[in-house]
């Protein structure tokens, strides 16, 4: 993959999505097919027994997944439309304090594009693990992703 500067990658998702910027989500860890989102301790995000709200809970990995989404096709995103077409999400364990969502890519980043070019669209999984800060898994998500390319004028 050609240079890309992923922590302007992830500085730029944050202003770009603004619910996001909302919750205070902040990417801390971006790469080809890979993110970390850290979900803070907020009392205005929490809900009526105090741990984290599912809400929450799910923007955070719906957030992870799209940023791995970005490290993977980087050097296309301006030729491509990506929609989150569904997700599922499992609550594991009471979310307590700060939750921090790892995402990684169903297919290879590489094989996904060759998909792309070829038949215009490709449609993949992204799996992503949520912990809480002892390292305890609190909820597993699946955001399947849809991306066509853009229509040439």
Request: hydrophobic share 45%.
């Amino acid at each position: 993959m050609p240079n890309v500067d992923f922590d302007a990658i992830a500085k730029g998702m944050t202003m770009a999505v603004p619910f996001a910027g909302h919750l205070g989500l902040e990417i801390t860890e971006i790469s080809a097919g890979e993110a970390t989102v850290r979900l803070p301790r907020r009392q205005e995000l929490t809900n009526h027994v105090g741990s984290q709200h599912a809400g929450a809970l799910f923007t955070v990995a719906e957030t992870a997944s799209g940023a791995a989404f970005v490290g993977a096709f980087a050097v296309r995103m301006g030729d491509v439309t990506p929609l989150a077409r569904s997700a599922e999400i499992e609550y594991l364990k009471i979310a307590s304090g700060p939750i921090e969502a790892r995402a990684q890519l169903g297919v290879d980043a590489a094989e996904a594009l060759a998909t792309l070019d070829s038949e215009g669209k490709v449609e993949f999984p992204c799996e992503v693990s949520l912990t809480d800060g002892s390292g305890t898994q609190v909820a597993t998500a699946t955001v399947h992703w849809h991306v066509r390319l853009k229509e040439q004028s």
